[in-house]
């Protein structure tokens, strides 16, 4: 069993920046891809990014691609989502999730961290 917690969420102007922090424990950390999601209110939830286990490769949905930076520690069993140039419409309950990116695109994950709320004001 892997238990995720994110932090790192908060408000922030349009153009500002977050980063966000995933920390997972109970498993093998560097065996996962880790994911991130997000949901706004009314929404679906939608893939943000992911990163495979030896952090060699990384892949983002095209409305973050060149503003988000997703990043991992595996001696410290943790994920980062630095996020640039953030836009109102980033506005979401962000979730961490470990797995593997085929079953990220169909937005399904072995486990899910709470979530942690980013608002963008404009």
């Known amino acids: 069993q892997v238990q995720l917690v994110e932090s790192g969420g908060g408000l922030v102007q349009a153009g500002g920046s977050l980063r966000l922090s995933c920390a997972a424990s109970?498993?093998?950390?560097?065996?996962?891809?880790m994911g991130w999601f997000r949901q706004a209110p009314g929404k679906e939830r939608e893939f943000v990014a992911a990163?495979?286990?030896?952090?060699?490769?990384?892949y983002y949905a095209n409305s973050v691609k060149g503003r988000f930076t997703m990043s991992r520690n595996n001696a410290k069993n943790t994920v980062y989502l630095q996020m640039n140039s953030l836009k109102p419409e980033d506005t979401a309950v962000y979730y961490c999730?470990?797995?593997?990116?085929?079953?990220?695109?169909?937005?399904?994950?072995?486990?899910w961290g709470q979530g942690t709320q980013v608002t963008v004001s404009s």
């Open positions: 109970g498993g093998t950390f560097s065996s996962y891809t």
């Open positions: 999730a470990a797995g593997s990116y085929v079953s990220f695109l169909r937005k399904v994950a072995d486990y």
């Open positions: 990163i495979i286990g030896t952090g060699g490769s990384t």
